[in-house]
Structures are given as C-alpha cells and as structure tokens.
C-alpha cells in the first residue's frame, strides 16, 4: 500500500479513484484527518491532507506521529509527501518541483519520537533521511512523463508558523539549504522509525524571504501550490506505476541497528 501525504494547497489528487473515507484514532492520538482510501494507477493507496481538508492545523501543531502511525496502520509501506517550500538557491523558482535527498532539522518541541525512551532506546541511521529506491521511482516518473524536476535538494525544515527573516535566509543559503519548509520534519524520521519508505518532493511555491523585494503572502503558496496540483498529480501517477512491488531497501529493516 502507497500513501501520499499532500501539503498546503494539495488536498486532492487528480486521478484518483477514492473507495472509502476512514477515521481512525492511534495510540498518539487522532490524525489531521481522514484518510481518503482509493485506486491510483491500478494500485491501492491512501491520502492524508498533512494540515487537514480545511487546512486547520498549523505545521507546529501537526500530530505527525498519530498521521505516519495510522498509514502504518492501514498498511502503507511506502510514503510520498508533497509539501509547499520557500526557494533558497539558484534555480528554485516558484513552480520548481524537487525531489528531495537531505534535510537540515531546525524544529524544536514537537513530538519527535515513537521511541520516548520508556521501553526501549532507540538510534535510526538516519544519513540520508529519503528513501532511495522511492526517490528513484519518483525521478524516473519525471522523466517518464516529461515533467521538469530537480533530482535533489536540501530542505531546512524551521519550527513557523511564522516565514524567516532575510538573514535566517542568507544563514541557510550558506549552510547549505536549497528550500525552506515547515513539515518535513519529523515526518521523515519517524516514517524511518516506523521502517517505511519516504520520499519528499517539495513544490517551490515562492521565493524565500528576502530574495525579492516582494513581502512573502499565505495566498501565493496556496495558489502556486494549486497551479502545480496537475503536474503534481501526473507526477504522482507515473511514480505509483513505476514502483517496483517489493521493497529492496534498508528502510525496512531500520530497527534491526538501531536498537542499544
Ligand atoms: N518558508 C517556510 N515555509 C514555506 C515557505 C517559506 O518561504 N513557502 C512555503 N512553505
């Protein structure tokens, strides 16, 4: 089973042939949503909106653990999240679509963890946060279906709501971030933790604060999030044909070395 996670702007795929709604609650708590069960591409997948149908739920206060336990759950293995991101370097202009390879985590206070510390003790490898088997499918979709994307990009994930400030910009630009997000993070590491394979592709929805002269707007992201959605959902069709059916990757196995 595939589950796409979709962010601002991206609360439904084209395409997508929805059987059942299901509202379901995990031992961490409730998910932003339901999850819209469907066929895809002759395949079986399920979608969860990250910030809820009514985007409701700001991206600090995201239960991420209760929306990758109950895709778990329900039998997904592999995930692919779309989120809205902030350009940061050359060539990141609104409507670049990334595929993702590393992350730069600036969140603070939010749940982090499956592995509180009560039972067991608890270390995922975590060198590269996205999976490379899905990352390969994704890639190769584009190619595929001839829709332009970048085949790697690093995105720093900031705690916000509120955007950066110029200077935190110029600072991520020479740590080395490509794209400034709010989610990734911990969606990646616990969908590790949980051994399921994660794939990130980040829409650049604007660009970032201070690359412009323009004052960053909520509107913009949603709208170019929404102009995207075609190619977005093209992109995620290939992707879900060209997965291959078993998984040959670490990902699953994760806990095996991760256990003191
Ligand atoms: N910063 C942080 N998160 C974002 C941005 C941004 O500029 N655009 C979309 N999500």
């Excluded at 809820?52 to 995201?62: E, Q, T």
Aim: glycine residues 12%; aromatic residues 6%; proline residues 4%.
């Amino acid at each position: 089973m595939i589950g796409i996670i979709g962010g601002s702007g991206l609360y439904e795929i084209e395409g997508v042939v929805v059987t059942e709604k299901k509202k379901i609650s995990t031992p961490f708590g409730v998910p932003s949503d339901s999850y819209i069960v469907g066929k895809f591409a002759g395949r079986n997948i399920i979608f969860l909106a990250r910030h809820g149908l009514k985007h409701a739920i700001p991206p600090h206060k995201i239960n991420y653990r209760a929306n990758l336990w109950g895709l778990k759950q329900l039998g997904v293995r592999r995930v692919i999240s779309v989120g809205a991101a902030g350009g940061i370097s050359p060539g990141m202009r609104p409507g670049t679509i990334v595929v993702l390879d590393q992350i730069i985590d600036l969140t603070a206070g939010r749940d982090s963890t499956y592995y509180e510390g009560d039972e067991e003790v608890i270390h995922v490898d975590f060198t590269g946060p996205y999976c490379p088997e899905l990352r390969k499918s994704v890639i190769a979709a584009g190619k595929k279906s001839d829709i332009k994307l970048l085949k790697k990009g690093t995105y720093i994930c900031t705690n916000g709501p509120r955007l950066e400030t110029k200077a935190e910009i110029r600072f991520f630009s020479g740590i080395g971030a490509d794209v400034v997000g709010m989610t990734a993070m911990p969606e990646a590491s616990l969908a590790r933790e949980a051994e399921m394979c994660y794939a990130g592709i980040a829409v650049v929805t604007n660009y970032a604060a201070g690359m412009t002269r323009k004052r960053l707007t909520a509107r913009e992201v949603v709208e170019v999030m929404h102009k995207t959605g075609k190619r977005i959902s093209a992109l995620l069709k290939e992707t879900i044909n060209l997965i291959p059916s078993g998984r040959r990757c670490a990902c699953r196995e994760t806990l095996r070395e991760a256990k003191i």
